[in-house]
Each structure stands twice: as C-alpha cells, then as structure tokens.
C-alpha cells in the first residue's frame, strides 16, 4: 500500500461575527443550540457545514481521497469515515422518513452507490429481486434489451441461462427514466448490505446529506460534559502554556507548548458558576500553531501521524481546533476536522479546516468531558503556521517499496495452542490481535475511557488484545502486581496510562494470558448458545464468529447484533466475519517483504528496510563530526530521517535481546531494540518513540516492533539502524539498498 499525502493549503475560517444577536458567539451557517455555544445537531447536517478552505488529497493503495477548497463534508467524507453514526443500518425509507421525502419516488440516478452495483452485487443486497420476472424490473429489463433471453423468465432463471449477465452494471444505461421504486425492496435494504457502501462518499447516498445528525442510528447529541468560560485570547508570540486542555486521543489531553517552542496561541478557561475550580486558568491551545499525535494502524502515518492539537467535545466524528485568535477585537475562530477511515484505521485528523463557531472573550466554549490526565510528557509541536494564512502544509508521506504492510498486523502470541470445540486459539488469538492491532498500537494501546452496563462500569481498553480494565480476567492479574489495584481504580476513574505504566501492571505476557483464558472462556460459551441461522448450537465457523462476537461486545452481546465499540469501527457481526475471514487465511498473517517467510525467530539471511517508507540517509556509516554532545563521532550505524511515529520493523527474524532505555555504555541510543537473528548478525534500532515488543520475544521479518522517535542523544526525528556481526559494527548499506 502507498500513502502519499499533499495539502495545498490557503486562507484561513473567515466566520462573520453577528453584532446584531444578543450573544456575541457566531457561527459560519451552523446552526445553533441553546446554549448557544453548542451546534444544534437536529438542525445540523453534512451538507449545511460551511466550505472547506483548503484543498489537499492522500494516496491509499490504488484509491485516491482528495477534497477540493469549497465542498462540504457530504462530498468529501465516505461511510467508512463516519461509522460512529452507525449509518450501515439506515435504508433509504428510514432516511425519507428523517428529510420528509419519498425517496423511492426519486430516479435512480440520485443514488450512485446503486448506479455501481452489477447484477450479482444486486442480487447479494436484495435477494427477493431474484424471484421478479425480468420485464417486471424495468431498469435491469433495459440492461438485458440487447439479449434474446424469453419472456416470462425471472431474474433468477435469465442468470442460470445467460450467467454473463450478472456482470453487468446498472451504470451502464441511463437510470434517469426510472424511480428508485421500480426495484422492489431497495428502499428496505440496509446500506451496508450494498457493496462497496464503505468506499462511496455520502452524497452517494440521497437524502444522506440532509439527514440531521441527530438522526442518524447512534445519533450526534450531547450527553454530558464541561462549558467553561473564556476569560484571555492570546496570540501566537505567546508560550510555555504548560497547564493544557487540549491534544489527542493518542497522547492526552494536557498537551503542553513550551515556551523556547513559540506559537503558542491559545485561549485561557476559567469554570463557569459553582463548579471546580481546578482547571481555572488551563488553556486550550491553538491547532493551526500547534499539532500533536494522532491517526491509529496502518493510516497513521498520514501527515507523518501528526493532527492539530484540539478536543473532542462531541466525539470522535470530528476534532474541534481553536484555530486563529484577534487581540484586536478580542475574537478567536475555530475550525473543524475529520479523519478518513479504511480497515487499516484512521489517518490522524487532516481533512479540514471547516470554519465552526467564532468566540469572544467572556464567551461560553463547551468543553465535553475533562479526562483530568496528567500533563503529556511529550508536548506538542509547531506547526509553522503564520498569522493570516491557511493550515500549514502537510508533509509528503510514501509507503512504498517492497515493504507489505500486512507484516505490521502480525503478532507472536505467547500463550499454547489448546483446541477447545476443535478450535485453535493461537490462530484465533493472530486473528482477533491482528483487527485489535489496527486501531490501538500493539501491547502498549490504551483506548478511550467508557461507562457500560449504565454506568456500573468504566475504564479503558487496555494492551493487543483491548481488555477493558473491569474485565475479571484483567483485573485478576493486574491486581496481583504490587500498587496493582490502585492502577485500575485510577483507570476506571478516568486516567489514561503510560506505556510504561501499562507494561509495569499489564506486561505482554498478562495480556496473553487473560486473553487465552477469556478466549477459551468465550468459545465454551458459544458452544452451548443456540444459532439463530440453523436452530442448532454453535459449531465451525458460527462458533468462531461468535466467540470473536463475546470478546468485542461481552458474553451477553446479542448475536449478530449491530452494536460497535467507542470507536464506531466494526459492528458484532462484522468483528465476528472479519475475525473468522482472519482465522481461515492462518490467523491473518502474510508474507514479507522480499520473499522471506517472516516466521518468529526465523532469520531468512537477507535484511529488509526497518521502516514504513523511505527516508533520506542524514548520517552515513563511519567517522564523522560529532554532531551533538553524546553523539558518536564514529558512528556505527546508519541515520534515516523518519518523522516521529514512523512504524518500525524487524529487518530480519529473530529473538529480541533488549527493549528498553539505553544503559550506561549505550545512554545516547534513548529507546532502542536490540534483535539476535541467530546467525551472528544483530541488529539495533536506537531513538525510538515507542516500544511494542519485550525481550525474549520471537519476531519475524516485517514485524512491527516500535516506532521511531528523538529519545537519547539526538538532533531530531530519525531512525539510527545498525548492523552488527559477530559484534562488529558493519555498514549497513552493504545489506540494504538505502
């Protein structure tokens, strides 16, 4: 897969202010609530978002996203991107019910999502279609007008005579002549029953883009949360804003600017009536001056995982970003933007801005829920914006090469492979870890903090496999480690763990262990449930299905149910089919980069390049200036500048040695990997931002171990790789075209 990632980006939200209204707060056509420091989201839809301002695009495999200055979410955004609305449930009878319309009365050319579809995708979506005699089907009948195919025939019986024609698609004749309703049932069918439904933007859809969030399936609404009042406006020359509100789902919520880092323009808060007084005089930093981690799997690399600092008051759906502040009329706008989303995950949140609301001091902001994190160790980062102009560009990203990022979605579970109901739950244990993998980052993932149960329980998802922190196979392992239970009551209120935290009370093999005993928990479960599609136990693949179904949703989810997680990203059915789909190919593993067999602790002999991309060689093998106070002046390694968060992988396959902060004969290397491949060869990975591998663990070639970063002696973002025989240090461009 290729991302490559351009933004051209000019202008900046230009919100009119509206002296004439009682309250200063304005918005760009967005309507209001009460308060109104809050959209009305039974007013608010897609296609009343004001314009996008800038225009940028990203390469994805073959399929390109691009959004153009001046359209609004509805063109740019698919139904991927949107899943935390749960749209896949809707049919277009309940959306006519949602904008006042009959939208079965509409001409087929309104909805192109149908347009695409052939025959046979048809047939899959609506299968009572079959049974229609051909004439009786006005639409497919003029598809079929050049064949000599009978009368009376049904659609069933023209495919078994002329099985060519289930490849035909409707968008291969003029659909204007003809109402949606001339295909009986399409109206009742549920979007995501379509083909391809994922893929296509939402205009592709009728009435999708005038349907008020509020009526989607898991509807836009406030439920709860902060309004604080804004007390100072500050400007971009301003700094050391250490006590933050505002960063990413990735790194917290308290991500601080440094003074020595300028641009940090921000708002200063200050509660509003009786409430806390805690968090008076925090600020939330503005995005347009200051980004910060985001995006999840195989899309964070977008923008070299960077997104403008920002809350999300609302959700996950979009981020909003205080964006360019006016101490001349005491004014600040702010902006918002979305993600896009494919199975791989989310890039981080790039695709805006779209103006939103425009404050003044004095003003009320909503907030939404304070997470109380402590302050992020990593702060956030300029994003060399000036004053009067748009975003600034987003940087070039290419994953190309040889390298299959498939390998990243590998993983070396720890636990045996017992076969209860015949079921083999290491591979069953690659195939849920492989979907977990996707939007978490391995055994360091922590997720977002929920309530379930009404309440009764909260936490987070913690570690590969998304245990939440009130699980009982969790909570007994955890809790057996000294300060153990004083880390999950703090986790449940609220905190969101370092990764050093979450290895120290639930390290990779914990997380291993309560999965395989969850899993064979689940599968015996299953066992002894009853199939609603054959009236008999679980068995096979239903029963795979429905184990995976208990690990995402609980023992009691319902059955094939529609639900989803926090995140919105797989329904229970669709976890249940992904996770057997992952189970047939062998637990969803691949093969690596080169021809090699990417086997655990397998060395193929032949190194593959150590990172997602390629990068420009800053520092060559050899003698060289020492280029920093505790940097090497013969360096024994090779320097590629990778932005931070760039995935990392093993170049061969071996055994992990070390996976940790550099000791006192290697304190410049910071977070480093060493991997014994077990012919004499070892290799090191130095610098790095995160680690998701532990010693003693077996990796094969292509296996994500980390991510790149500036930890150690540094003098910026990069990847030091080095090659070592025998404990030699060996150039590695003798291995590696770099």
Not at 262 to 276: A, F, H, K, P, R
Request: aromatic share 8%; glycine share 14%.
């Amino acid at each position: 897969m290729a991302i490559i990632l351009t933004m051209l980006m000019g202008g900046q939200p230009t919100l009119a202010a509206d002296n004439t209204q009682a309250s200063s707060i304005t918005s760009a056509s967005i309507s209001l609530g009460n308060p109104p420091s809050n959209p009305d989201f039974n007013q608010l839809a897609f296609d009343q978002f004001p314009p996008l301002t800038t225009s940028g695009s990203f390469l994805e495999g073959s399929a390109q996203r691009t959004w153009q200055a001046g359209q609004t979410p509805d063109q740019v955004l698919t139904f991927a991107d949107i899943t935390e609305l749960n749209p896949q449930a809707l049919t277009l009878e309940a959306i006519g019910s949602g904008v006042a319309q009959d939208l079965g009365a509409s001409p087929l050319s309104d909805f192109p999502l149908l347009a695409q579809q052939s025959v046979a995708n048809l047939l899959t979506a609506v299968p009572t279609l079959s049974g229609f005699e051909v004439e009786s089907l006005p639409p497919i009948a003029a598809l079929f007008r050049d064949t000599d195919l009978r009368q009376g025939l049904t659609l069933f019986q023209a495919l078994q005579q002329t099985p060519d024609l289930a490849q035909r698609s409707l968008n291969q004749i003029d659909l204007r002549a003809w109402a949606i309703n001339t295909l009986p049932g399409v109206i009742q069918t549920a979007l995501g029953d379509f083909p391809g439904f994922e893929a296509a933007t939402l205009d592709q859809v009728p009435g999708i883009p005038e349907l008020p969030l509020s009526s989607f399936p898991s509807p836009l609404a406030l439920v709860g949360g902060t309004t604080m009042q804004i007390d100072f406006i500050w400007g971009p020359k301003e700094g050391e804003r250490t006590r933050t509100i505002s960063g990413s789902e990735q790194q917290g919520f308290a991500v601080p600017c440094y003074v020595e880092r300028q641009d940090c323009s921000s708002i200063e808060l200050q509660t509003l009536g009786s409430g806390s007084q805690a968090l008076d005089g925090s600020h939330w930093v503005s995005g347009k001056y200051q980004e910060v981690e985001g995006g999840s799997g195989l899309l964070r690399a977008v923008n070299g995982g960077k997104e403008p600092t920002g809350r999300h008051p609302y959700g996950p759906l979009f981020k909003q970003v205080i964006w360019e502040p006016d101490e001349t009329t005491d004014t600040v706008s702010s902006a918002l933007f979305f993600r896009a989303c494919a199975l791989g995950g989310c890039t981080p949140y790039v695709i805006g801005p779209f103006p939103f609301i425009t404050y003044r001091i004095n003003d009320p902001i909503f907030v939404g829920a304070l997470e109380g994190d402590a302050p992020s160790q990593t702060p956030s980062t300029p994003t060399g914006a000036t004053r009067g102009g748009g975003m600034p560009g987003v940087r070039n990203l290419a994953l190309g090469g040889t390298f299959d990022p498939n390998c990243l979605l590998r993983s070396t579970p720890r636990g045996s492979n017992r076969s209860p109901q015949g079921i083999d739950l290491g591979l069953l244990a690659h195939a849920i870890g492989a979907i977990e993998s996707q939007g978490s980052g391995g055994y360091n993932a922590v997720g977002v903090h929920v309530c379930a149960d009404g309440g009764r329980n909260c936490g987070r998802g913690l570690g590969k496999y998304q245990f939440m922190s009130y699980n009982p196979y969790a909570v007994e392992l955890i809790s057996a480690r000294p300060g153990g239970s004083e880390f999950l009551a703090r986790v449940n209120g609220g905190h969101r763990p370092t990764s050093d935290e979450l290895m120290q009370f639930f390290p990779p093999e914990d997380q291993d262990r309560a999965f395989e005993s969850a899993l064979a928990s689940n599968i015996e479960r299953a066992s002894g449930q009853i199939d609603p599609t054959t009236g008999q136990p679980f068995q096979g693949d239903r029963l795979i299905e429905r184990a995976a179904q208990m690990h995402f949703g609980g023992p009691g989810s319902a059955i094939d149910g529609g639900s989803s997680d926090a995140h919105g990203r797989l329904s229970l059915r669709d976890y249940g089919q992904r996770t057997r789909e992952l189970y047939q190919q062998g637990g969803g593993s691949s093969q690596c980069p080169t021809g090699a067999s990417g086997a655990a602790g397998q060395a193929n002999g032949e190194l593959v390049y150590p990172v997602a991309g390629q990068f420009p060689v800053t520092s060559e093998f050899g003698p060289r200036p020492a280029p920093c106070s505790g940097c090497s002046s013969n360096h024994a390694g090779i320097d590629l500048a990778t932005p931070v968060g760039t995935p990392t992988v093993a170049a061969d396959g071996g055994t992990i040695t070390f996976a940790g902060i550099s000791g006192s004969l290697t304190r410049g290397y910071g977070r480093v990997v060493y991997i014994d491949h077990g012919n004499g060869r070892q290799t090191r990975y130095a610098h790095l931002d995160r680690i998701d591998v532990v010693e003693g663990q077996q990796v094969g070639q292509g296996e994500l171990i980390g991510t790149t970063g500036n930890t150690g002696s540094s003098t910026g973002p990069h990847l030091h790789f080095e090659v070592r025989e025998n404990g030699v240090p060996r150039n590695p461009r003798d291995y590696i075209n770099f």
